[in-house]
């Protein structure tokens, strides 16, 4: 089996929001891909040999430590932590928010200043609101990237 077809997606599964958990649940039978969802929660996960979980301890940075430990170059992450899907793309992995929005390493630098600038502008007081629900447009953009990336493990 060559790296490409043992590639497989990894879910920062804590804030992955339902919605696309059951997108890459369909995928994951339909393609034979392995996923791995990690959080620091239980989760109820359908019957699939294709489906894993690890639980890991709460606090901060945890579950993404363990994704990042364990990931390899060409696999997917599931996130919509700009750190770590910087480190995502920093091993060779590719890196898609739940909202469809894949970060590169073309993209990501300038996700993480914003992301910085954010955090100051918040701990300075300032009500920033947080991000709006998830639309059908999320959803199609996030499906549409998933199938290119599965299509792209075939090739």
Same mark, same amino acid.
Request: glycine share 4%.
């Given at each position: 089996?060559?790296?490409?077809? $043992?590639?497989?997606?990894?879910?920062?599964? *804590?804030?992955?929001?339902?919605?696309?958990?059951?997108?890459?649940?369909?995928?994951?039978?339909?393609? @034979?891909?392995?996923?791995?969802?990690?959080?620091?929660?239980?989760?109820? %996960? =359908? =019957? !699939?040999?294709?489906?894993?979980?690890?639980?890991?301890?709460?606090?901060?940075?945890?579950? *993404?430590? /363990?994704?990042?430990?364990? %990931?390899?170059?060409?696999?997917?992450?599931?996130? !919509? *932590?700009?750190?770590?899907?910087? /480190?995502?793309?920093? #091993? &060779?992995?590719?890196?898609?928010?739940?909202? &469809?929005?894949?970060?590169?390493? &073309? +993209?990501?630098? $300038? #996700?993480?200043?914003?992301?910085?600038?954010?955090?100051?502008?918040?701990?300075? &007081?300032?009500?920033?609101?947080?991000? !709006? =629900?998830? !639309? @059908?447009?999320?959803? @199609?953009?996030?499906?549409?990237?998933?199938?290119?990336?599965? +299509? @792209?493990?075939?090739?």
């Amino acid at each position: 089996m060559s790296n490409k077809t $043992a590639a497989q997606i990894w879910i920062d599964a *804590d804030a992955c929001p339902v919605v696309i958990k059951e997108i890459l649940f369909k995928a994951a039978d339909r393609t @034979q891909t392995k996923i791995t969802l990690v959080a620091n929660h239980a989760l109820h %996960l =359908p =019957p !699939s040999q294709y489906l894993n979980f690890i639980q890991v301890m709460p606090g901060f940075d945890v579950a *993404d430590n /363990e994704i990042v430990k364990q %990931l390899k170059a060409h696999d997917l992450v599931i996130t !919509s *932590d700009i750190p770590l899907a910087d /480190e995502a793309i920093t #091993k &060779g992995a590719t890196a898609l928010s739940p909202r &469809g929005e894949l970060f590169t390493a &073309g +993209n990501i630098k $300038a #996700k993480l200043s914003m992301r910085d600038f954010m955090d100051v502008i918040r701990s300075s &007081g300032v009500q920033t609101g947080g991000p !709006s =629900p998830l !639309s @059908q447009a999320d959803r @199609q953009s996030f499906a549409n990237h998933l199938d290119r990336w599965l +299509n @792209q493990r075939k090739a």
